[in-house]
Every structure is written in structure tokens, then in C-alpha cells.
């Protein structure tokens, strides 16, 4: 495409490798002044680092960047910011001790003389930034006590302090309940009003229809094509992202329940700083049953999943599976007691990074046979294990059972926990965010084995901020809000829209209560 | 009596504690930048060697203190390197300085002064605040060494340094989140390399204000566990300057209390009133403190594109 | 290519890239100060090597280091920093000195006796620290350091308390000779054995010139039980789970804090065995006044580190260390240098055991770029 100043960038040609791999090849972006655009494609597909690349973090092998129809070389961040290039990275890039303002302001500082800070001017400035834009935050919280929408909106706050003209989001909403999106979409348009132009990285359509003029897609590294976003229809964006007809609907017959196998009754737990996470929280799970949790960041899943796995102690109330107690004993019994957890963090809770596939395939039964014996392991046993789980749950590469975990994909990774916890037998499986950071293919594979397993006659309980996820494969919708269940409906009893409105604490008009 | 004793006491906490000041300090601005500094040991060493010898060859204990400074900066640039540009594994590269520094610290020593593993005693030690020897007790025991006034200017200026300039500003977002430093522009290897270099120097200092103020020469014992002592202090003050210097007082006061010739009458053993602030310490730690956080990135190499 | 870049990966490739680095520095170090580096060389493996005497005492050396080189690569292996080892040690030889002085049962239960009662002070040592870690989240490098000073200041006190202390020395009384762990103690001297070793002159120079003892056997039998403890037991696999990911261990139902003072316990009693070894093993066996640390503990940090941590490589990094060490006095005696030039080039090793730690990453690099190559 011709090089004009009616674009706020122009990207030509832009290749880039790390090692052999080619995370960029010949892509080429061109983004309209004024507009918010949208950047579309699947997990690795190479949004963020052409992104990164735009902002200077990273260097392209080869390819043009023109901002208003001037060529230029960013370096680093420095020049970007020069350029009046702001960007809001996926994971926040925020020191979690510094309060609102300090994190603004770093790198940037408003100083009296010799580099002394003036805390009191630049308390002004971020104050009237905050005025200026309505992006309603507290200057002078620490960053680690306010909510993550905050923290969203001191990333929005950073850029414009350095005034930027060009505003890049990676995957704002993410994290998001949907008010908080809307808020974010209304705030976006108001800049874009403001003569300011964004890029948004994302792969939700939803979102993409809503906010954006124009969306370029791209798909493992290489530019496919760059749509008006009106003439468009959801599915065909995801088949241009995904290079396939894609089906966004999960298929599945009816759950038929049975017994109870899990109930929490009452149950009150304390977060770190030791104030009320949830409250009087009860619910049951059946046999052959999804029970999908849904709910906003914070209200109290990490604490319930904390409490149900033994992680922490709990107040008051019960956990009972098959009948038995199981609160404040210890996460080996809760294990025992044949409850098995696909936790949220692959990288922290799942797995242990450094050991082998087959290490990690026994990280809770490497005590009992065949996988022991007399304290001594059998890494015969292992091996086979491990090899019978790469098989069957199709983990690639087909030989990496001497492999460290750290060398897989992160849907392969996944692959070897969901396996992992599934072998186990369990008769309650959480899963908690379970296809959190994965691509099209590798949601689906999770997908349908939450269904066969149950299919299989197993009660599951699903924890994800993904409102469609829960939609979608769950039988039963727990709504959490505020460490309470405020509702429960049974799948197709209720729409998106009064569940995302009860997320966020309404009853009707989504206001907070 | 009692008050001779007592100044004595404080007189001695306070010419003890300044060495491992220094060291401390050297910690703190190390480690909040996020490179964790296990060599101070090593960095003192050279510091007290090149202090002592220098001010011996040049007859100014001044021109000593501050080559000592200078040559605990390019010592720890080694630390540096290793530890920034190669994101060696910090603990390994520190303890390493601890075998070189001293063992280059005795070879030169050797060298220079015919076989000898100690210096010549330097001819002028560092100034006293008072000038000379003072008639009253009191007066000569509230006599400091300079380098207990600089040690605490050090604190002073390391604090404001960190906390009411923007480079503190900019220092502490490197040791606690590098990669949100570096979307600001901010050189993150550059920040590293300028507070370790910084903490050689601090560290160089120490050793030299062991040398040039506490005693007069350089000995294979001159430091002999004021590196560790001070990362002691650096966790124990919880990473502050302040509180690192609290610490070294502390640990100064356990050294004076050991030479304190008011107890020698006593039926408590030297050795156990020598072990009781290692021992209080810990309660002090178990009743009080508790758990200490680190800067978040202390310790972490920085890698950038890497995926 | 691929070849270069499997030999790259070894550890122990890194390991020999970095000793040849240390010889090297200090080759320049010599050269600069006006000595011939080769024949400080020369004399340092002479010293090593030419007198069966001289490999005895470099094993000899080794033992304690290897020992506590143990203690640190396998409270490291869980993600500890055990700089306690010194105090673990200094402890360790308290006890095993105090109970064999006391104690004088036959050998066949005195040994025993003597030797567990170092490895279990080692072990409270090292356990009270894992302890304090556990139950208040003290930093163990902060209380290690602590109880350095405490068990040096212990050791002191007890060498000069009038109940253990011998009069006009700057020691304790030493153990009973029926604590000995030397090769045949009584047999070499007797008249017999004199009779025998005419016979053999290296064989006498080794039993008769040095305390050649068992020792280094235990330090061996250490490391594979380390090794096996580590790599085969339920119980390592517990360990290297907390070492790696504490959270992912936690959650997968290991009880973190169990383990760590577990693996306090276990690394202060190899440090324990060490002090024990050397106190029923060579003259004086005894402890004496400390002026300053004796480095046996800080020592084994840096063997540690030269092993990668391996538990099988602490014995040859601790062997090369003891060499070092010990062939390292030569090299003052023959061509005057300092033999400080040792400790220099032993740092300079451990700091290029740092720096080279890149080069598997490098190797990485190396075979993906030759993959690269081939397909295009």
C-alpha cells in the first residue's frame, strides 16, 4: 500500500525471527489516523510481537514503519514514546509497590532540580490527566490494592502522560468483566473522538465488532487480510483467523445428572490480608455435571479453589465429597479424597517447569504403586505411564516423555495436566480457567474432553472468567459476585447479558450495589 | 565509671558498626536495583587492602580511602559482567568474588610488601571528628573515626538517593519489575551496571574504613566476616538503607560489647556474651520481623525477546 | 555442527571450558607479576602428583570439602542457599570431639558413636535453621550466617572451658584413640606392621607419613547416597519438586515446608560427617581456639558450584580442590610466588563456572541455527 499521511502507522514488510523461528513473515499493517483498528489472530499467531515491534522493544529483520507518512527507526521504547506511541502490554507492566502516580510517572519524572522528585507536581499532573479523560483512579493507591480494571486504566493514564497519539491495547479485555469492557469500548471512542488512533490486539470477535472500524488479520506469522469491520460477519473473521470453517458453538447432548457428589455449604474464607473472600458460599455438584462458576476476576475464585484444595484454611462452613469433610485437612487428602484440579496457572500450580513430561505425569501419585515401591521409584512404571498419557491425550511431540515441560506449547502442557488429573479417577474435576492463553484448537480439544469426562459420569466444576466458556459447556451457571453464588441458572434459562449484569453485582441496570 | 563505660560502649558500637555500614549499604543498592551481591566479602577485602597500602606508600589515608573506594568499584564490575551481561547465576559469581578478592588481596600484599601477608601500619590513620587524643574520657570514647560520620551520610544520601530522587525511582522499578522499566525506556542493564559499580565502591570504602580507621594496617583477618555480616544486615533492615544501618549498629554493639573490658570481671563468658547478638538477632527476627521480601526481581537475570 | 553443539551441552564441558579459564588467569596473573607460570604449574603438580604421600594428603584435604560440598548441593537442589555449612560443620566437630573425648568404648562402638554424634549435631545445626524457615519465613542465608557465629563462638567456649581445655595448648583434649577411622592406626605403628611396610616404601610413606583414613570412602558413599536419595527415592522427587516449583509441589499435595526442614536436617548432618571425619581422621583430633572461619563449609560452596550441584561431580571438584589446595603450597616453596595465586585461580574457576553456564544456551542456539541450515 502507498506511503500517505492519512495513516497513523504503516507497517510494510515487517519479518521477524527469534532463533529459527520465524515469528514474522512480510506482514504489513496500515492503520488509519483517527480509527481504532484491530488487530486479530490466535494465540502466537504474531499480534503482540508486531506490536512489540512498533513500540521498539523488539527489532524487525526486515520492513518499513511509517508514522504519518514519515519513515522512521524505533530503536527502543524511548523513541517510540518520542513518536507519541503508547502501548498497554497483555500482563500489566506496573511495579506492584509504587503507588498510581509513581508508576505514571517513572522514566518520565517531574523533578525540582538534580533530578530530585516533585511528588507534589506531579500529583497534579496525574490528577489532571485523570479530569481531562474521566479515567476515574486514585493517585496516590499503591498499585497492588486496586482492581485490575484500575490498573488498566493507570496503563491507559501512562500513555497518555507521554503523550501519545497512537494508543496500542494488547488484549485489554482479557481481564475485564463486561461492564468494565463497555466502559473501556466507551473510553476508547472518547479518545478516537479525541484525535487519538488505537490498535487493539485481541482475539474476541464480540469485541471487535463492537469497537473497531477497520481489523487486520494474521495467522501464524503471515498477513491474510484486512477487512472493514461492517462487512463482516463473526464467523468469517474466525475463519480467516484460524485458516478453517470454525463452529463457535460447543456440541453436546443434555447432562443427566446424578447423585451429589460435592457440596459447600456456608462456607466463609479469608484472602491473604485476611478480609472476607467468600461469604456464605453454597453450592453442590452432581455426577455427570458441569457446574460453571461464572464470575469477575477477584470475587472470590481464587480463595474458593484455595479453600477447596487445602491451599488455605477456611472460616466457617463445609466442603463435603462423597459425603466427607474434607475442609482444613490438607491438600494431599483432598487428593485422596479423589478430587483433581486443572489449575489456572500451568506455569505455577500445574506443573513444575524443569522436570521431565514423565516426572510431571506423577506429581501426585509418584508415592503408591506400581509407581513406587519401598520409597524407591519405579521409572520403568513412569516411563510407561507417561508414554500411555502423551498417547491418548495426542501431547506433541510424540517423544517427549524425557523432555522438560518447559519445552512444550502451552496447549501441549495443558494437554499433560488435563491428562494428568484425569488419570487420577477423580469424581469432582475443577477446572479453574482452563483454556486460559491457549488457541482455537487447543480450546476445543479442552472443550470436548470436559464433556466426555462428563459424559463419563464425573461431576465437574468449571471456574473461568471466560462468560462464553461458561455459557457454552456448562449444564448448570453458578453467578459469583462478591464471594457469594447471587444466582444459579440451568444452560439456556438465561442470556449473556443478566448474567454479565449480576457478575458486576446489579440486578437490572448493571449499577454496582 | 559508669558513664566512661557507657561511652566506651557507645564509643567502640559505633567505630565497629562503620565498616559494615558501608557493606550494607553496598547490599541495599546491589540488590534494589535486583542483582543479589554475595561478594561484598570479597569487595571489602580488596578495599581494606588497597586503602591500607596505598595510604602507606602515599602517606595519605585519604588518598587510600579513596582509591579503596575506586578499586572496590572496578572489582565489582566482574559482578557485573557476570551477572548482567552474561545472567550468570548470581549467588555463584558473588561467592566467586569472595575467593578472588582476598586471594588477589594477600597476593599483591605479598608482592608489594617483601612476603608479608599484612601491610606496614599506614603513618596517619583517617582524621577523628575531634582532632587528637582528648583529655576527657568521655570526649576521647565520643571521639569518632570520620568514617562513623560518613558512614551514616552514606545512609543518609543512599536514602534519599532512592527514595526522593527519580533515579531511586527508576532504580527500584528495575529490581522489582524490569520489563515494566523497560517498556519506559528505562536501561535496565545500564541501572544495574551503575548500582553494582556503586556497591563495589560502598563495599570498597568498607574495607578501607577497617583498615585506615579501625586498625591501622592490612592483616589476612582485616575482614574477616563483615561482608557476610552486612548481608546479614541488608535482609534483617528489610532492604532499606535505615534499616540496614539499624542492623549494623546492632551487630557493631555485639563486637563492642565482646572487647568490653566492664564485663571481663563478670562470671559470663567472653565467647557467650560474644554469640548474644547473633542469638538476639534471631529472636528479634522470630518475634518481630518475620518474613522479609526481597525486591521482587532480586536475583533475576533480565531477558528481553526472549520467548 | 550437531556434534559441536551436543559436546557444548554437557555440564561438564562448561565445567573443563571453565577451569581451563581459571589456569589461564591465573597463568596471566604469575606471568604479570614476574613469575614463569609454567613453573609455578610445575610446581604445583609436582606437588601434587610426585610423592604418593603428596595424592594421599590431597585426599585427605578433599574430604571435609567434598563433604560439605554435599550439604550445599543438596540443600541447593531444593532451592536452599546453605552458607550454614560452616556453622554445620564447626558444630559437628564440637560434638563428635566432645563425645569421643568423653566416651571410651571399644572401636566397633565408639566410631559409631563419635561419628553420629557430629552428623547429628550437624543436623540440629542445620535443621533449627530449616526450622526457622519453615515455620516464620526467615531467610536461611540470614539465620545461617547467624549461626555461623554462634557455633564459632560455641566451639571457643568450649575449647577454653576449664573442663575440656588442655592446659598450655590452644586446644581441646582430643578424642580417645579408639575414635581413630585412620587406615589400621595401631597396626602401621606396631612392630609387625613396621616389618611388613620395609617391604613397600610407598605403601609406608602413605600409612606412615600421612593419616590416611576413611574418610574420603564415607565422603564417596555420601555422594551416591545423596545421588540416590535425589534422583531414585519418592522422597527426592518430593525434594526436587519443592526445589523447582514450590507452588506446583504445594499443590500437587508435598508439604513444602516439611521438606525444607528435611532438607536442612540431611544437609547439616553431611556437613556434621564432615567436621566428624576430620576430627576422628587427622591430627590433632581436636578442635581448637578459632580466630577466624576455617572455610571447611565456605569451601564446599564453591566445590558445590564447580560440580553444577552434582553429586557425584562434588567428589572430583572436591579432589581438584583439595589439589589445589594442597599442591598449592609448593608453589611459595619452590618458586616463591604467593601461594595465594591459588585461591585466585580457584575463584576464577567458580567465576567462569558462572559465566559459562550461557554456553549450553549457546549450544541450543548453535544446533537450532545448523536444523536451520539443513532444511534451507
Known sequence: MEVSSKYAVQMHGITKTFGTFCALDHVDLDVKRGTIHSLLGENGAGKSTLMNVLYGLYQADEGEIYLNGEKVNIANPNVAIAHGIGMVHQHFMLVDNFTVTQNIILGNETTSHLGVLNMKQAHKNVQDLVQKYGLEVDPDAKVEDISVGMQQRVEILKALYRGADLLILDEPTAVLTPQETEDLIEIMHSLVADGKTIIIITHKLREIKESSDTCTIIRRGKYVDTVKVADEKEEDLASKMVGRAVKLVVEKTPAKPGKTVFAIDHLQVKDDRGLPAVRDLSLSVHAGEIVGIAGIDGNGQKELVEAITNLTKTESGTIQINGAEVQNTSPRNVVNHKISTIHEDRQKRGLVMDFTVAENSVLEKYRVAPYSKHGMLNRREIQKFAKGLIRDYDVRPEDCANHLARGLSGGNQQKIIIGREVENEPDLLIAMQPTRGLDVGAIEYVHKALIRERDRGRAILLISLELDEIMSISDTIDVLYKGRIVDSFKQGEVDEKTIGLLMAGGKQNGKDS | ?307 | MEKTAKILKKPITSTIIAIVCGFAVAAIVLAAAGYNPSAAFGALFSGIFSKPKYISNVIIKATPITLTALSVAFAYKVGLFNIGAEGQYIIGAVAANLVGYLCNFPPIIQIPLVVLSGVAAGALWGGIIGFLKAKFGIHEVLTSIMFNWIAFYISNWVVSSARFHEPNSTAAYPVNPSSYTMLLPNWKTSDAGLAVLKGHKALREVLLKTDVNFGFVIAIAAAVFVWMLLYRSTKGYELRAVGLNRDAAEFAGISVNKNIIITMLIAGALSGLAASMVITGTDPHRISTLSAFENNGFNGLSVAFIAGSSPIGCIFAGLLFGGLLYGGQSIQANIGAPSEIINIMIGTIVFFVALTAVIPKLAVRLEKRGMHNAAK
Not at chain 2, 571521639?143 to 538517593?161: E, K
Not at chain 2, 556503586?198 to 579501625?214: H, K, N, P, W
Not at chain 2, 528479634?284 to 526472549?306: Q, T, W
Open chain 2, 1 to 307: 565509671m559508669l558513664l566512661n563505660n557507657l561511652s566506651l560502649l557507645i564509643g567502640n558500637t559505633f567505630m565497629y558498626s562503620a565498616p559494615l555500614i558501608f557493606g550494607a549499604l553496598a547490599g541495599v543498592i546491589s540488590e534494589r536495583s535486583g542483582v543479589v551481591n554475595l561478594g561484598i566479602e570479597g569487595m571489602m577485602t580488596v578495599g581494606a587492602f588497597v586503602g591500607a597500602a596505598v595510604g602507606y606508600f602515599s602517606g595519605n589515608a585519604w588518598v587510600g580511602f579513596l582509591l579503596a573506594g575506586i578499586a572496590g568499584g572496578l572489582f565489582a564490575l566482574l559482578h557485573a559482567v557476570a551477572s548482567v551481561t552474561f545472567k550468570a547465576d548470581q549467588t555463584i559469581s558473588g561467592i566467586a568474588l569472595n575467593l578472588i578478592g582476598p586471594g588477589l588481596a594477600l597476593f599483591l600484599c605479598r608482592l608489594t610488601f617483601s612476603g608479608a601477608t599484612m601491610t606496614q601500619p599506614v603513618p596517619h590513620k583517617l582524621p577523628k571528628i575531634l582532632g587528637g587524643a582528648q583529655r576527657n574520657i568521655v570526649a576521647q570514647n565520643f571521639n569518632f573515626d570520620i568514617t562513623v560520620i560518613l558512614a551514616f551520610a552514606a545512609m543518609i544520601v543512599l536514602w534519599f538517593v532512592l527514595y526522593r530522587t527519580k533515579w531511586g525511582l527508576r532504580i527500584r522499578s528495575v529490581g522489582e519489575h524490569p520489563a515494566a522499566a523497560d517498556t519506559l525506556g528505562i536501561n535496565v542493564n545500564r541501572t544495574r551496571y551503575g548500582c553494582v559499580i556503586t556497591s563495589g565502591i560502598l563495599a570498597g570504602l568498607g574495607g578501607a574504613s577497617m583498615t585506615l580507621a579501625v586498625i591501622q594496617q592490612f592483616t589476612p583477618t582485616a575482614i574477616s566476616g563483615q561482608g557476610f555480616i552486612a548481608l546479614a544486615a541488608v535482609i534483617f533492615g528489610k532492604w532499606t538503607p535505615q534499616g540496614a544501618y539499624g542492623a549494623c549498629l546492632l551487630f557493631g554493639f555485639a563486637q563492642a560489647l565482646s572487647v568490653f573490658p566492664g564485663l571481663a570481671h563478670t562470671s559470663i563468658p567472653p565467647e557467650i556474651l560474644a554469640m548474644m547478638p547473633y542469638i538476639l538477632t534471631i529472636v528479634v527476627l522470630i518475634l518481630f520481623v518475620g518474613r522479609s521480601v526481597a525486591p521482587k526481581s532480586d536475583g533475576l537475570p533480565y531477558e528481553k525477546g526472549v520467548r
